[in-house]
């Protein structure tokens, strides 16, 4: 069973730049979470998804962060004008539904805004 | 915030030694995931106990849970260097998995 695929790995950009993060989850999971990890911290919420529908966006910086999951399969995360206080680890993860079931991590997109 | 201690700890210690690492939690749950990341890799669900279980092993680690005192651990007997990684606690606030600041073991060889 492939696991959940990021991509790209790295990024790295100038403040103001715009950068878009890919996540592929496991096939058959309908429930897809991006997270975010800045430096020697723990993963913090951003937005999560049941199907193609937004459950939770609270954590989402809405006016420069954007996510959408179209045909509740593949899921995109964008950031319209990048600042320094982003730089993190942008983790995507999947799991079966979202009642206290196990979550299965991407290997993140590493994200640097100089 | 869900989680008594948000900072990242640190532990060093040699390889065969036993470790304890500790979390608390604010908000009631009755589900303590513990999640294992390695250096490049994403965070990995290593042992999940239920507040009906209060001890849970799986090989080598074992957890526990108490929702008394909401506080939960993982202890890991025999440790290789293999085992070197961050450790986190998660439970789940609503419908939301939400994570603790997790300790950094270091297992020298």
């Known amino acids: 069973e492939a696991g959940v695929t990021q991509s790209p790995r790295y990024a790295v950009l100038q403040e103001g730049q715009a950068v878009s993060f890919w996540c592929d989850p496991i096939?058959?999971?309908?429930?897809l979470y991006w997270y975010q990890q800045p430096r020697d911290q723990g993963p913090q919420l951003l937005v999560y998804f049941r199907d193609e529908a937004v459950i939770d966006n609270s954590q989402l910086p809405s006016d420069r962060f954007s996510a959408v999951r179209p045909k509740g399969t593949n899921s995109t995360l964008k950031i319209q004008s990048a600042k320094q206080g982003d730089t993190a680890t942008y983790l995507c993860?999947?799991?079966?539904?979202?009642?206290?079931?196990?979550?299965?991590f991407g290997a993140g997109t590493r994200l640097s805004v100089l | 915030s869900q989680w008594g201690e948000e900072n990242l700890q640190a532990l060093s210690i040699q390889e065969g030694e036993d470790v304890t690492m500790n979390c608390s939690y604010k908000?009631?749950?009755?589900?303590v995931q513990w999640y294992r990341q390695k250096s490049g890799k994403g965070p990995a669900q290593l042992i999940l106990i239920r507040s009906n279980e209060r001890e849970k092993r799986s090989g080598r680690l074992r957890a526990t849970l108490d929702t008394s005192s909401q506080s939960s651990s993982l202890s890991i007997t025999g440790t290789l260097a293999t085992d070197t990684a961050v450790y986190f606690c998660a439970t789940y606030a609503g419908a939301k998995l939400t994570f603790g600041g997790g300790t950094r073991l270091t297992v020298r060889p």
């Open positions: 908000t009631y749950t009755t589900v």
């Open positions: 096939s058959g999971h309908d429930t």
């Open positions: 993860a999947s799991s079966l539904n979202p009642r206290g079931n196990t979550l299965y």
